[in-house]
């Protein structure tokens, strides 16, 4: 089971990325896949989750990130709209093989799989 993140890199402020996430494995196809943060200095931190169908999102994205799962591709991704300096991080895939409770969904240890991270970085 791999759990693969790329499409970071460096964005000027008021600009977009998407982040993709790639899951492998021999049947593998998780019914729970999210994001989390980490900035420099800072504790990781919950972003979206796509969570056997319903999504849910960090009140500071809300508006401005959209979470899509393609289950015929086994991918997440993250669309992020009008990127801030304060979402420069390094972005991190996650996800379960089962739905994940909504009360958990927005703590790390609910996941079982990470994958390696990919660095996005705004400037201002």
């Known amino acids: 089971v791999q759990l693969q993140a790329s499409g970071g890199g460096l964005v000027q402020a008021g600009g977009s990325l998407r982040l993709s996430c790639a899951a492998s494995?021999?049947?593998?196809?998780?019914?729970?896949m999210g994001w989390f943060r980490q900035a420099p200095g800072k504790e990781r931190e919950f972003v979206a989750i796509w969570n056997a169908g319903a999504t849910y999102y960090a009140d500071f994205v809300t508006g401005r990130f959209t979470i899509f799962r393609d289950r015929a591709k086994n991918t997440l991704s993250l669309q992020m709209n009008s990127l801030k300096p304060e979402d420069t991080a390094v972005y991190y895939c996650a996800a379960g093989r089962n739905r994940i409770a909504s009360g958990s969904a927005r703590s790390d240890y609910a996941y079982t799989y990470w994958g390696q991270g990919t660095l996005v970085t705004v400037s201002s």
């Open positions: 494995g021999r049947t593998f196809s998780p019914n729970a």
